[in-house]
Nanobody
Framework: QVQLVESGGGLVQPGGSLRLSCAASERTFSSYTMGWFRQAPGKEREFVATISRRGDNTYYADSVKGRFTISRDSAKNTVYLQMNSLKPEDTAVYYC?????????????????WGQGTQVTVSS
């Protein structure tokens, strides 16, 4: 059982930056493909970004491509989401997720473990 704890959310002005972190309890963290998803009020959860086990392959939603960067540090059992040039439409609860198979996926139901989420609000 992998426990995931997100942090780093908050209130930021449009155009600002935030870095989200997701710490995993599992010592075999490097065996999991990791992803970030988000859910805005009244909307369905949507895919944001995913990163391979070794961190050498990433994939992004079109809406965040060029602004967000996903990365991971296996020594710290942590995955990050660097968010730049934030827009009001990025406002959502952000969740990290772990997938026990090696392929990247943009589909939430294919992830096995989820964190509790961290709120990101972009507003002036």
């Amino acid at each position: 059982q992998v426990q995931l704890v997100e942090s780093g959310g908050g209130l930021v002005q449009p155009g600002g930056s935030l870095r989200l972190s997701c710490a995993a309890s599992e010592r075999t963290f490097s065996s999991y493909t990791m992803g970030w998803f988000r859910q805005a009020p009244g909307k369905e959860r949507e895919f944001v970004a995913t990163i391979s086990r070794r961190g050498d392959n990433t994939y992004y939603a079109d809406s965040v491509k060029g602004r967000f960067t996903i990365s991971r540090d296996s020594a710290k059992n942590t995955v990050y989401l660097q968010m730049n040039s934030l827009k009001p439409e990025d406002t959502a609860v952000y969740y990290c997720a772990a997938r026990s198979t090696g392929t990247l996926s943009t589909t939430g139901r294919r992830y096995d473990y989820w964190g509790q989420g961290t709120q990101v609000t972009v507003s002036s």
